[in-house]
């Protein structure tokens, strides 16, 4: 498949590229990235074809925000897609005030997060987002971590004021043209069924759900999405690291080690890909592109040469033998459509 194919997100006008730009690495949560490292990374994927770009507040407690807008800011603005997120807001550290709980290293140092899916916290949100980015547009907005991995037994009461508060902020500023689409960016299929069903979205952007590795989604999700109109971006198409190797003890996989069964299921994965010689990672890109429900995936990168791998994989080419064996050996739900 060619990284550049462009697809349209819902009913928008919107395209964005099957090949898409995580920005949550550059950041700097995972490793330290100096500034100039990381803008080169982004220009390695505009270079590769790649005009769809999605960054947040969070990831780097504003560090990502600021070096996507300086790589892009030079670009004409009608040549790319980007999107960031709401729910959280940043501010200074006040004197004397602690480390909330739960902070990571790595961010922006003094600069801390607060959940606020208010109304006027998602409006100060994105408002926070324009003077870090540089840009006077954002092309598509998603409610960021609102489900149960992240809110726990706050979870009802912050959908309930998001959906009264922040959802309505963004639905007027798409009903003026402001933006062109609203959705949310999750980890879990049983949240996002929820907002997909709960408001009239034009995306949802799923973490690791719909994968080589796990097929969930496919049973109400990915439907609903389809009934709907609402597009899927595939974010963590490689199960956050597990699906791009080495399959090691303590490979990564939802940001923690990987369970034995989870292990041994991607190197059952990885043996089937090595038969037709293929690299495990090219079939975990090329596989969630074939449901005409997601319009993109979008892996994440720390370095210019796994951005080029990116773009590689997702041309390298499968032979359908491969899909074959991948569902006789139960690998695949046999509901999942396969690419080619």
Known sequence: MDPITRRRIGRTALEVTALGFGAAPIGGFRAMIPDRDAIAIIDTAWDAGVRFFDTSPFYGYGRSELRMGTALRDHPRGDFVLSTKVGRTMHVRRPGEADPPRLRQGGLSDFLPVFDYTYDGVMRSIEQSHLRLGLARIDILLIHDLDLRNAGDAFEERF???????????????????????????NETEATLRFVRAGDFDC???AGRYTLLEQGALSELLPECERRHCSIILGGPYNSGLLAGPLQEGAPYDYAPAPPEILARARHLEAVCARHSVPLPAAALQFPLAHPAVASVIPGALSVQEVAQNAAYLRFP?????WAELRHEGLLDPAAPIPG
């Open 160 to 186: 309930r004021t998001v959906m009264e508060g922040g959802y309505r902020a963004l639905d007027e500023l798409r009903r003026a043209g402001i933006i062109g689409a609203i959705g949310c960016g999750l």
């Open 204 to 206: 949802m952007l799923l």
């Open 318 to 322: 499968i032979p359908p033998a491969l």
